[in-house]
């Protein structure tokens, strides 16, 4: 019926008019609350409210025809009917922090519409259950808030920074600093709500067992709309401790890194330690690198140095380096609040400070020779304002198969690398420069890193990997280039899903999933075609 009433008019006005006609011939329904095109004074605000790449927020970026931010799941089936009438591309923003763009923006100069969920953020909380159904527009800040008023004992495994949104962040992993004692935020999912291309709205047994598999780390927008989880809640102390202990090169920074690559991932499994790897000077004011250990462990302070001095005597941790807290205020410290800070904040959905940036990622199988850690350093030191973020693997990450999960990097990795810098100035030459240089640091690591793909985490969007051409001409052997490095052996089976939720490729961006369609032909054979 709705699909009847929404195709029912021929229209014969300009592409905008048409598109935003057939949205008001929704029963009860008032666009003006939900639908804001560029005639809106509230439309470039709205754009740019959760933006934090500034390299995708110019005057040339390509802007949406109108910005829809569905008050109801019937606003977002409209949409997508509509759309597919108009041929319009849709782009589904929850959070604002795809450090592509991707999700707000197009490369390939198709009309398109954002699809913004800000206002599908209610969170459920069943403690009885351990469970919790979230919306995607959800902030984490705000999955973590709610979840702890519920119980100082309950917590999820999932990322870092507080104002990511939820639809985006377990669409493609999930990665915080319990992954070596619950996995990823996608690792416990156990049911959710999508959209899919025919504007159905359908839960886990609805969709199917493959379907939710895909959605679960697969990779946002290319599926259709996920506009609900339902996640396991796990169990976290009255007290965690978190340290965070910088040693320059100098200081002996480089010998206890290389001490970290062979242990960090063999840790207990209460105990992350990542490392930030950044410019710093040293005491006679010279430019050097430090190494910052930055931890969290699953505990007290006492029982977090009984397991250091056992495991990591190296580091020569001591109480006066620690600090006790709440598990919910850890989440302050990880994101650089000020200390003392209110845990509220996490709920008031202040964005972040905007930069421009760029980053790339990598997985570490083998540790970095020892001699060769000088060049590591030397080639971070060719950079203005470079990070180099080492997160560990191993414990529960060993212990899930890399089919799980679209999500592949499991068992035999010792370490991710997120490669980031940001910068504030907006020329041409300032973007060239850093972009350069992350380009050359990225290829400098190539006899460092995975190999045969050289794997890369999906979540940090990086479109030198490779990109779709078009809606009309994505090819799957094209999307390899990117979709092996992301998904490894499971690429291919999420081209298989598509091809079967969306054969006709409506949710479509530059790197989405392409379908790839059984021949009618050559069925029997298993022969696949790709649109």
Known sequence: ????????????????????????????????????????????????????????????????????????????????????????????????????????????????????????????????????????????????????????????????????????????????????????????????????????????????????????????????VVVAWKVNLVYVPEKVTVFSLSKTTEQGGSSLFNRWQYIGHNLSEDLFIRVIILPGLNEAGNRTMQIIFNSMFLGTVDKLIETATDSFPELGLQESDCSEMSWMESILFFDNYPEGESIDVLIDRKPKAKSYFNAKSDYVQEPIPEEKLEDLWKWCLEGDNPILIMEPQGGKM???????????????????IQYFEQWQDDTIESSEKRNSWMRKMYENMTPYVSKNPRAAYVNYRDLDLGQNDNAGNTTYLNAMKWGKKYFGDNFERLAMVKGVVDPDNFFFYEQSIPPLIMSEENCGSGSYQSL
């Open 398 to 416: 060993d212990e899930i198969e890399e089919t799980e999960i679209p999500y592949p990097h499991r068992k035999g990795n010792l370490y991710s």
């Open 1 to 224: 019926m709705l699909l009847m009433v929404l195709l029912s008019s021929a229209i014969s006005s300009p592409l905008e008019d048409s598109f935003l006609q057939c949205l008001s011939q929704v029963p009860n329904t008032t666009t003006s609350d939900f639908v804001f095109t560029q005639n809106d004074t509230e439309y470039s605000s709205l754009l740019h409210s959760t933006i934090i790449n500034l390299r995708f927020s110019t005057s040339a970026t390509p802007k949406p025809l109108a910005i829809i931010t569905p008050l109801t799941y019937s606003h977002i089936q409209s949409t997508i009917l509509c759309s597919k009438h108009f041929n319009i591309q849709i782009r589904i923003r929850s959070g604002g922090h795809d450090y592509g763009g991707l999700s707000y923006t197009s490369y390939d100069q198709s009309s398109f519409v954002v699809l913004d969920l800000q206002e599908l953020r209610s969170i459920t909380i069943e403690s009885g259950q351990n469970t919790a159904w979230v919306e995607s527009g959800a902030t984490l800040g705000e999955l973590y808030y709610w979840v702890s008023q519920s119980s100082p004992n309950l917590g999820f495994p999932s990322g870092i920074c507080a104002t990511v949104g939820v639809g985006g962040q377990i669409s493609g992993r999930g990665f915080g600093t319990m992954i070596r004692k619950y996995g990823l935020a996608a690792d416990n999912v156990i049911d959710a709500r999508i959209v899919d291309a025919n504007g159905r709205v359908l839960d886990r047994e609805s969709m199917g067992e493959d379907l939710f598999w895909a959605i679960r780390g697969g990779g946002g927008g290319s599926f259709g």
